[in-house]
């Protein structure tokens, strides 16, 4: 019998699963994406690494001492075919209390684009490097209304935020500005990508896939997800992108 393809995926909580319960307003894994499913359909084994708060930074700290020395080197565990990164969503995040008490000051995302860019671009040839198949994601849309209301809804200058921001759909529209460059480094690496953003925006009401903060998926934009993956591995096989087993 042949063996599986051995995955393994990196990102923030949007692939750990988490989520918002609304009775206790805390984050829980409650983890709808069907990786068994996956799993079986495709026969692949999935092991997932993904940490709520994962940043680029800590993302490639991981990554590289899991693969560090050279191709030949030997890993505590089978060295995976592909290497799934679901990266940005805490990167184009802000400290929004210190935007509230200084709405005047400079303040900058826990990591700013470019910096941003430049990391992932290193990691993918890293992973390349190394014969391990890169394999990134554009970012789930937020509800910037929601996002608004739950992160900055507190703050006792919530109206400094806003003043700050210049209007709530700004919140879209950065967290946008990194989905696309995530894209532009698909093109620029001939990483291949799984285009998330692209599959919750095909839904007419947004809002009804995300949980109250308007930035982690609910139980049905986790099945979007899983949707996701499973069209983008059957369409990678029939182009030859990928080679599996099943």
Request: hydrophobic share 35%; proline share 4%.
């Amino acid at each position: 019998m042949q063996k599986k393809r051995q995955v393994e995926v990196y990102g923030d909580s949007i692939l750990r699963g988490v989520q918002l319960d609304n009775e206790s307003s805390r984050y829980r894994v409650l983890n709808n994406i069907d990786i068994d499913m996956l799993e079986k359909k495709f026969r692949l084994c999935i092991s997932n690494f993904s940490k709520f708060g994962c940043t680029i930074t800590k993302a490639c700290s991981v990554i590289q001492k899991r693969f560090e020395g050279d191709k030949s080197s030997a890993v505590s565990t089978p060295r995976p075919d592909a290497v799934i990164m679901n990266l940005g969503g805490n990167d184009c995040d802000f400290d929004w209390k210190a935007i509230a008490e200084h709405p005047e000051g400079e303040h900058k995302p826990n990591t700013p684009i470019e910096v941003f860019a430049e990391k992932y671009k290193k990691i993918i040839e890293f992973l390349k490097d190394k014969d391990i198949r890169p394999v990134i994601t554009t970012l789930p849309p937020l509800s910037a209304q929601k996002f608004f209301n739950w992160f900055c809804g507190g703050l006792e200058k919530k109206a400094n935020v806003l003043k700050w921001l210049g209007g709530v759909e700004a919140i879209y529209r950065w967290q946008e500005n990194y989905s696309r460059t995530i894209e532009r480094l698909a093109g620029e690496t001939e990483a291949l990508l799984v285009d998330l953003r692209g599959a919750f925006l095909k839904h007419r009401k947004i809002e009804q896939l995300l949980c109250a903060d308007g930035a982690h998926p609910n139980t049905e934009g986790q099945k979007v997800i899983t949707q996701s993956f499973m069209e983008f591995i059957i369409n990678a096989k029939a182009k030859g992108k990928i080679q599996l087993y099943a």
